[in-house]
């Protein structure tokens, strides 16, 4: 499915979410955009979201909790929350705030671990 803001991809291993724009300037401009995947968390039959950040090159803090948020929330119904193909530098914020404890980063969709 495809829309504005989103590519919405279902498969056997869980849904992959790849969003269109380049930077998450703030949590508040892209709300329509963190409305949307936050939906698809929610669903309980959504065990595994995985978030394509091929076309990001820019998140602000404010984005980096809403990544800690969709987490708890997949959590909440025993699924969990998957972050691929993240760029080099937003990788070296995630590790710096230590938030790869917390976070799962891979650097291919295809390869979600178990």
Same mark, same amino acid.
């Given at each position: 499915?495809?829309?504005?803001? !989103?590519? *919405?991809?279902?498969? @056997?291993?869980?849904? *992959? +979410?790849? #969003?269109?724009? /380049?930077? %998450?300037?703030?949590?508040?401009?892209?709300? #329509?955009?963190? @409305?949307?995947?936050?939906? *698809?968390?929610?669903?309980?039959?959504?065990?595994?979201? +995985? !978030? @394509?950040?091929?076309? +990001?090159? %820019?998140?602000?803090?404010?984005i980096l909790g809403e990544f *800690?948020?969709?987490?708890?929330?997949?959590?909440?119904? /025993?699924?969990?929350?998957? !972050?691929?193909? +993240?760029?080099?530098?937003?990788h070296d914020v995630i590790q710096?705030?230590?938030? @790869?404890?917390?976070?799962?980063?891979?650097?291919?969709c295809e390869q979600i671990p178990?």
């Amino acid at each position: 499915m495809h829309n504005s803001l !989103l590519h *919405i991809d279902q498969r @056997d291993r869980g849904t *992959i +979410v790849k #969003p269109l724009q /380049s930077q %998450f300037l703030s949590a508040t401009e892209s709300r #329509p955009l963190w @409305d949307q995947i936050s939906k *698809i968390a929610h669903d309980e039959t959504c065990q595994t979201l +995985v !978030l @394509d950040l091929a076309n +990001v090159t %820019f998140v602000s803090s404010e984005i980096l909790g809403e990544f *800690i948020e969709l987490t708890r929330t997949m959590k909440r119904h /025993s699924g969990r929350l998957v !972050l691929c193909h +993240v760029c080099s530098e937003i990788h070296d914020v995630i590790q710096l705030m230590k938030l @790869d404890q917390v976070l799962t980063v891979t650097d291919n969709c295809e390869q979600i671990p178990d």
